[in-house]
């Protein structure tokens, strides 16, 4: 055959190939670097592919957690990305590097956006080399996110700098069998990585090495989460300390006098709520800032729906309010929650209503999160407290009914079925006429699962954050009333009452009804805790580490 008609024929195929394939510009595969276990350390690039992408194969069971934060991804969910287990065979064993790649190079013939997440970076310490390399000639398209590794990420969460102006060389290790520790004798700052079953060997060696028996080392097990644990000691005593702390993989191990500096430099495992398993029982689609924030303050939440909100049972109120509101019968409409917002616009957008519906009509928000809320329609509140969040606070600042200044005399107050009615009274006495409707019902959920149900009652929970009264009465109806040691944390005088009636004694009450406000209170109040420790030489302990009976439950 002549080079041109090999040519032809070439060129023919790969005419053929490209009409077969989905035209989708974006497809072939991304090696995603996940990080070493925080997923606030994924890269802008990393996010961006994992919400487009149409395939993701994990190789980690903490992937799967991950996706459930960023895309909401459920197992067995029928909408959203197809998840593939790249981890391991359908046997259940794991798979080598020459599976994986296989798994890949499949998924990628599709011709669809696959995204393969690894743990910490792709060409660190991981197989992205191996399957790039089979995808290169699979003759497909793709691109590495390089991701944050655990080598210098875990050590920097622990406090422990790897380089400083008096070290400034380190050296990484693999720890295995046929590592001559001699050529690290000089070597000022190790990083060990697979280290924690032979790390009384290793220190022998170092010690053998030159090393002296004092150098203080450092493990950090399941760093940058908020399960890390760090313990500190010598070469001489790292074996013993990691046994009684019962360090187990994964976990990085630091040598050297860089060690010395965590003392003054940790700043994650400090945190206020480090390691506080916290209860959040709210509706879930409320929960999620809530949680980010105990995050922040190094908690791990747990969220447990107590409410589920429903529409009304009698829609007709809602429709005629809503139109009384198209023709101008109102003067005020008053939010009084975020699902009051959420209920009013789901109606609108029912009726093919926007904003502009509005035109001429004064608006009131109970609060600052429901006037958000109001601004992410497009809308602004004409009256917010001035002081106290609230409905008292409402009523304090709302103006009395002028028939010379006010055209119309009535008010539309959309809320929840199990309001009380001190607004529409207030508002009442002030001249204002209400049209009082059902905007939504608030139901109790579901059960919780039994561990869950477990911890509560048996004290494993370190606090639980109430946001309503409801949540108080919902939570103690569906899962039993919370352990005397866990913290009581509540978001108002209201939901306080509420708890004291179940029993239950409030350790932390928010200045202001706020979530924010709320999750900052626990926290000064664990920060203040710990300190209180540190200060009388104690170590510091989580609130589910010290059972005290009888402490929070007031006597019958």
């Not at 077969?20 to 802008?44: N, Q």
């Not at 199990?418 to 049209?435: F, H, K, M, Q, Y």
Request: aromatic residues 6%; negative net charge.
């Amino acid at each position: 055959m002549t080079r041109a008609k090999t040519a032809q024929t070439a060129a023919s195929k790969a005419a053929a190939a490209a009409n077969s394939a989905p035209t989708s510009r974006a497809a072939g595969v991304a090696f995603v670097g996940t990080g070493p276990g925080d997923p606030e350390l994924l890269t802008v690039r990393a996010l961006r592919l994992i919400e487009e992408a149409d395939v993701l194969i994990t190789e980690a069971p903490e992937h799967l957690d991950l996706l459930a934060r960023l895309r909401g991804w459920t197992e067995g969910a029928e909408e959203g990305p197809e998840v593939i287990d790249g981890g391991f065979g359908e046997d259940g064993q794991p798979l080598t590097h020459a599976a994986r790649a296989k798994v890949v190079v499949k998924q990628a013939k599709r011709g669809l956006r696959v995204v393969r997440l690894l743990s910490g970076d792709p060409f660190i310490y991981a197989s992205g080399p191996e399957e790039a390399q089979a995808v290169a000639k699979a003759g497909i398209a793709f691109e590495v996110v390089p991701g944050v590794s655990s080598v210098g990420a875990v050590p920097a969460y622990a406090g422990i700098p790897l380089t400083t102006k008096d070290h400034r060389e380190f050296a990484v290790v693999t720890c295995g069998d046929r590592v001559d520790w001699s050529r690290y004798a000089a070597t000022p700052t190790l990083v060990l990585l697979s280290a924690v079953g032979q790390i009384g060997e290793i220190a022998k060696d170092l010690i053998a090495a030159g090393r002296p028996a004092t150098t203080p080392v450092a493990m950090t097990m399941v760093g940058t989460t908020t399960e890390q644990q760090t313990v500190t000691s010598t070469l001489e005593r790292i074996a013993a300390d990691a046994r009684a702390a019962r360090i187990a993989p994964p976990a990085i191990a630091v040598v050297g006098q860089v060690v010395d500096l965590r003392s003054a430099l940790s700043w994650f495992e400090t945190k206020p709520l480090f390691g506080w398993r916290v209860l959040v029982p709210r509706t879930k689609e409320q929960s999620a800032s809530l949680s980010d924030r105990l995050r922040h303050f190094g908690a791990v939440p747990d969220e447990v729906p107590t409410i589920s909100v429903e529409p009304p049972r009698n829609p007709q109120q809602m429709d005629k309010a809503v139109r009384g509101l198209v023709e101008g019968r109102y003067e005020w409409i008053a939010f009084t929650s975020v699902n009051a917002v959420k209920a009013v616009r789901e109606k609108f957008e029912e009726y093919g209503l926007d904003a502009r519906a509005f035109s001429g009509l004064k608006i009131a928000a109970v609060g600052d999160k429901t006037a958000q809320a109001i601004a992410a329609w497009g809308l602004r509140a004409d009256l917010v407290p001035s002081g106290e969040q609230s409905a008292a606070g409402l009523l304090e600042d709302w103006p009395e009914y002028d028939e010379q200044l006010d055209p119309i005399n009535r008010v539309f107050l959309p809320r929840a079925d199990i309001a009380t009615e001190n607004l529409v009274a207030g508002l009442i006495d002030l001249g204002w006429e209400c049209d009082d409707v059902t905007a939504y019902r608030t139901v109790r959920a579901a059960p919780p699962p039994a561990p869950t149900r477990d911890a509560i009652k048996t004290g494993k929970f370190d606090a639980v954050v109430f946001t309503s009264s409801s949540t108080v009465r919902n939570l103690v109806g569906i899962a039993g009333k919370p352990h005397p040691s866990t913290v009581i944390a509540v978001i108002g005088p209201a939901t306080a009452k509420t708890a004291e009636e179940h029993g239950l004694r409030v350790d932390v009450m928010a200045s202001k009804p706020d979530v924010d406000v709320l999750v900052d209170a626990l926290a000064d109040f664990g920060a203040a805790r710990r300190q209180a420790m540190v200060e009388a030489g104690e170590p510091v302990t989580k609130p589910s580490d010290r059972k005290t009976s009888g402490r929070r439950r007031k006597a019958e």
